[in-house]
């Protein structure tokens, strides 16, 4: 398989899956408070939101670069 569709196929995928979920989350701990070995820390989730237009774009530059690259040169 040539690099160019492989690529296309993976960028493709990419942004089918950032069209599914719409972002994601991860867990951060923040230090409130250390004093010598004694730390008060805290655990949050945040969240990372990913535009439409992202995975739109990242499908649309698949398709191409799989058009492109099936080409016969």
Same mark, same amino acid.
């Given at each position: 398989?040539?690099?160019?569709?492989?690529?296309?196929?993976?960028?493709?995928?990419?942004?089918? =899956?950032?069209? #599914?979920?719409?972002?994601?989350?991860?867990?951060?701990?923040d230090? $409130?408070?250390?004093v010598g070995?004694? /730390?008060?820390?805290?655990?949050?989730?945040?969240?990372?939101? =990913?535009?439409? #237009?992202?995975?739109?774009a990242?499908?649309?530059?698949?398709?191409? $670069?799989?058009?492109?690259g099936?080409? /016969?040169?």
């Amino acid at each position: 398989m040539k690099p160019m569709v492989l690529a296309g196929i993976v960028l493709a995928i990419l942004g089918i =899956v950032a069209l #599914a979920y719409q972002g994601f989350s991860y867990p951060s701990r923040d230090t $409130l408070l250390q004093v010598g070995d004694v /730390k008060i820390a805290t655990e949050r989730q945040k969240s990372v939101f =990913v535009p439409p #237009a992202a995975g739109i774009a990242l499908i649309v530059g698949g398709v191409v $670069l799989i058009g492109l690259g099936s080409r /016969k040169g």
